[in-house]
């Protein structure tokens, strides 16, 4: 198993000045904005927080909410050259349960330090997982998860095939699933995750972007003008909205 499609974009590595603050032995990277008790909790793709756009639009996101960008593997993540079969591996050392903990220590500190009273998230890939699990939790923080080109499928490395369509049986958090043509048609408009969430009467928008590639809205060239108005409709047209509907009282 591997996290990402074999034809999805390749890892898209850039640098950044920005330097994360440590919460209880977790780095975040974080962008504040005063006017708003809101936070957005993101998590980066497969390749870490330095992963293509993720640091960019954590700064765009800032307009409107607090962002905390959480390194959640403690910089350890894969690489262009990592091998893909190995992936099992590398996931299984990470445990939702174990990630949780320092999810957990991010959220308390939040709330008590920066006075945030409500929380949305959102992923990218391996991310979108950990959306999807901090949703399905009994009485969830979240009041919106958004996932992007989602690999929620990292869950069968721990539960087995399947298990990552059940994950829509527990999750009661609104939820945003924006999808590539080559992502797992479960997740797509029509699949099982919505039919679960729909029956379940959770608010759910879902969105297949069929010419777009796994990985676009983060590693995509905007060079390229299909995947610029791929981007524009998955970030400004689904995600802002989306956010602002169930976020913003």
Not at 92 to 121: C, M, N, S, W, Y
Request: aromatic content about 10%; charged content about 20%.
């Amino acid at each position: 198993m591997s996290c990402c499609p074999a034809d999805g974009l390749p890892a898209a590595p850039t640098t950044s000045p920005l330097v994360p603050e440590n919460i209880e032995g977790t780095d975040i990277f974080y962008f504040d904005n005063p006017n708003s008790h809101v936070a957005v909790l993101a998590f980066p793709d497969v390749y870490g927080p330095d992963s293509g756009r993720t640091k960019q639009l954590c700064a765009d996101l800032s307009k409107h909410y607090k962002v905390a960008l959480v390194d959640i593997c403690d910089g350890d993540y894969r690489t262009a050259t990592s091998d893909r079969s190995q992936f099992a591996t590398w996931a299984q050392e990470r445990p939702f349960e174990k990630l949780k903990v320092k999810i957990d220590a991010i959220i308390k500190h939040l709330q008590t330090e920066r006075g945030v009273t409500k929380f949305g998230a959102m992923g990218f890939c391996y991310g979108a997982w950990i959306v999807a699990r901090l949703s399905a939790e009994p009485s969830s923080v979240l009041s919106a998860g958004i996932s992007f080109h989602p690999s929620w499928h990292a869950n069968d490395v721990f539960h087995g095939e399947g298990s990552a369509e059940k994950i829509a049986h527990d999750i009661q958090v609104p939820q945003s699933v924006l999808t590539a043509g080559n992502d797992r048609d479960w997740l797509k408009p029509g699949g099982s995750v919505e039919q679960t969430l729909q029956a379940k009467g959770v608010p759910s928008r879902f969105r297949e972007f069929p010419n777009m590639v796994h990985g676009w809205v983060i590693r995509g060239d905007l060079a390229d003008q299909g995947i610029l108005k791929g981007f524009h409709d998955a970030w400004v047209d689904e995600a802002l909205p989306f956010l602002k509907e169930h976020l913003v009282q």
